[in-house]
């Protein structure tokens, strides 16, 4: 059976601290952070306005 481990919270939480901690409790763990999910900023559309388009799916790297 496999499990599934969701982390979340405010900044300076302990997020990394108790993902450090379970990688080295847990056997065959891997960890997907939420931020390799985006695009590099240089690869980003920028709008009409000069801003980043960040609410467009294609911001989302789906190849990971």
Not at 12 to 35: E, F, M, S
Request: hydrophobic share 25%.
């Amino acid at each position: 059976m496999k499990n599934i481990i969701g982390i979340g919270g405010v900044t300076n939480g302990g997020k990394t601290t108790l993902t450090d901690r379970l990688i080295k409790n847990l056997p065959n763990c891997c960890v997907l952070h939420q931020d390799d999910f985006f695009k590099p900023q240089h690869q980003i559309e920028v709008g009409e306005d000069g801003f980043p388009c960040t609410t467009h799916s294609s911001q989302y790297d789906k190849n990971i």
